[in-house]
């Protein structure tokens, strides 16, 4: 596919762009509800306001959701970008692969803070999970950016990584896990992500959820300095607001230096 984008600055995407559509559209259709009770088509004061109350709730909420979403896809996650590709150790002349790479912040991020290795991405290139997700978007990003040269993308499953065991020196993953629905399927990702690391590779891995699942997973396949990384009162108020459902922090955990490969 030609690259037409003329974009001159880099874009990141929208991340779950159906949920933030159906939060706003379910928070204007609730708030339409409330016309008949603010034009007084309600009969009496007292139910025209009880039942406007409901509605009200309900589209506050909804549309606080969508602009928390929309915030944490076009504010914050560049923000904290950085501060997850800091608890890797370069020298400059790693190879990183990114898992769920996207439209590329992570892995262009990795390829900035590299001399002489490569940045490779991997992804199935689901729109759903992110607005307009393709690899040519990915590398022009990469190009906006200055690391063209240093970003290699390929299309492949989390589950099926296409690389030989201990080919790289770290392996990153920013909110791409848990589409994965079964738990199972969560292991043999994180298994994966073990086969290709090297003795003493560093994995992050970020996620709105499942946090305590990839812990525990790690710790299964030998992994040490296990550390849950970027928690904060923020987070843990977004995740109580969506039950549970949405907390953005991450994992990080180093292969153990004389470990055998899992299988």
Not at 47 to 65: E, H, I, S
Not at 124 to 153: F, H, K, S, Y
Not at 165 to 172: L, N, Y
């Amino acid at each position: 596919m030609a690259n037409t984008d003329t974009t001159t600055r880099p874009d990141y995407g929208l991340d779950a762009p159906v949920l933030v559509r159906t939060f706003f559209l379910a928070g204007v259709g609730a708030l339409l509800l409330l016309l008949p009770a603010a034009f007084g088509v309600l009969p009496g004061r007292l139910w025209g306001f009880l039942l406007a109350a409901l509605p009200l709730v309900c589209a506050t909420y909804l549309l606080g959701m969508g602009c928390l979403l929309l915030y944490f896809s076009r504010v914050s996650k560049l923000r904290e970008s950085d501060q997850l590709l800091d608890l890797i150790s370069l020298s400059g002349r790693e190879h990183i692969l990114d898992v769920g790479c996207g439209r590329g912040l992570m892995l262009v991020g990795a390829a900035k803070r590299l001399r002489d290795g490569k940045a490779f991405g991997i992804d199935l290139w689901q729109a759903e999970d992110q607005a307009d997700n393709r690899p040519d978007v990915t590398l022009n990003n990469a190009r906006l950016e200055g690391v063209a040269a240093r970003i290699e993308v390929q299309t492949a499953d989390m589950r099926r990584l296409p690389f030989p065991d201990q080919s790289f020196d770290a392996v990153v993953s920013h909110w791409a896990v848990h589409n994965l629905r079964n738990a199972k399927e969560r292991a043999r990702a994180l298994a994966e992500m073990h086969r290709v690391l090297k003795p003493a590779g560093q994995v992050v891995l970020a996620d709105i959820e499942h946090h305590a699942e990839y812990a525990a997973g790690f710790a299964r396949l030998g992994f040490t300095d296990i550390q849950h990384v970027g928690a904060s009162w923020q987070t843990t108020f977004l995740s109580a607001l969506l039950f549970g459902r949405f907390c953005p922090t991450a994992v990080f955990a180093r292969k153990s230096v004389t470990q055998s490969i899992s299988k």
